[in-house]
């Protein structure tokens, strides 16, 4: 486990499930909790090189070696520590595991809230992802012959599935995110539209920092819901960071829970098998509601007022219509480098 001073602290994901028990949503009919397994080496290199995968393995025994051209460092992101490869394959299986009962249809819809690892390289771990469990998922749907529909909406560019699926048409990877200029990893602009048979098959959103719930639901709905239309995939599946928040430490969107019920909502409309993880969130009261919020949209189970944010943010005046032009055009640049 990452130690405790480090964002990605396993302790975050405590608030939800202590919120959840609470509510008594595991004891509601349509939920099932699942035990995870340990991903396999051959799903893991699906996505990764053996190289790498032999690497971190060696710094899971050994963390005090220099790990760094696989991008684990101790001054970095994403330090190596005892352990990381046995509980990355943990946080991979438990992903692989409900991706498992939805394609069986036991399932409508899964949730790994420690999975979403997506800045995670072929060869190179980075932005606190080792295994990149999203990029995996759909990797392993892909090979079953299933068209798959990525969407990303944690507040940092999703680039390692992106990059794991550039020249594909089979994944068609949709990305919403706080532009590369203000925000980690730096990338995720609308040129970045995949290459070969995959042209026009990688979509990003690049939003403008204080992008608040009007501006995200418009661009969310201008883009997500027609484009997932007209690929007519056979699966979904969503990376649902949360670090969008307006009270996130880290990044600059200002988006609410309400917002984010309503992108969920549309997730769940689709009517399509889904397989859901979490991603970043750094502030702790708005990850526990938050994923709480969304846990319940999918149980289709009802939202107590409470869990909601009693005052969020929305801008009037000047900088509403700044921050509604430059949300237009991130919108227009992303259409328009889709495939048709
Ligand atoms: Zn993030």
Redesign the pocket.
């Known amino acids: 486990m990452y130690r405790d001073d480090h964002p990605l602290k396993p302790r975050r994901l405590i608030g939800v499930h202590d919120t959840l028990v609470r509510l008594g949503a595991f004891d509601h009919p349509n939920a099932v909790v699942l035990a995870p397994r340990d991903a396999r080496i051959a799903e893991i290199e699906r996505i990764h090189s053996p190289e790498y995968v032999l690497a971190v393995q060696e710094a899971s025994v050994d963390p005090e070696m220099d790990y760094s051209r696989w991008g684990l460092s101790e001054h970095g992101d994403t330090p190596p520590f005892l352990g990381m490869h046995e509980a990355s394959l943990l946080t991979t299986g438990a992903t692989i595991r409900g991706m498992e009962e939805v394609l069986d249809g036991r399932l409508r819809v899964s949730f790994n809230g420690a999975g979403g690892l997506h800045h995670a390289m072929r060869s190179r771990a980075s932005g606190f992802c080792i295994y990149n469990d999203p990029a995996i998922a759909c990797g392993l749907i892909a090979d079953r012959g299933l068209k798959v529909a990525y969407v990303d909406i944690?507040?940092?560019h999703g680039d390692g599935v992106q990059a794991a699926f550039y020249d594909t048409d089979q994944v068609l990877t949709i990305s919403l995110h706080e532009t590369g200029r203000s925000l980690f990893p730096g990338t995720g602009f609308a040129d970045e539209r995949g290459i070969g048979k995959g042209a026009g098959y990688s979509i990003n959103v690049a939003l403008p920092p204080y992008t608040d719930d009007r501006a995200y639901v418009n661009a969310f709905d201008a883009v997500v819901p027609p484009l997932v239309a007209r690929f007519k995939p056979d699966v979904l599946v969503t990376q649902q960071?949360i670090?969008s928040h307006f009270t996130d430490p880290?990044?600059h969107l200002q988006v609410s829970t309400r917002a984010r019920e309503h992108v969920v909502r549309a997730f769940r409309g689709f009517g399509l098998p889904w397989v859901a993880m979490g991603?970043?969130g750094y502030d702790l009261d708005a990850v526990a509601r938050g994923w709480s919020i969304e846990y319940l949209v999918m149980l289709d189970a009802p939202i107590p007022e409470g869990l909601h944010d009693a005052d969020p943010p929305a801008w009037t005046g000047d900088e509403r219509d700044a921050v509604d032009a430059a949300t237009d055009q991130a919108v227009r640049d992303a259409l328009a480098a889709a495939f048709s």
């Open positions: 944690d507040a940092h960071g670090d880290l990044t991603g970043g």
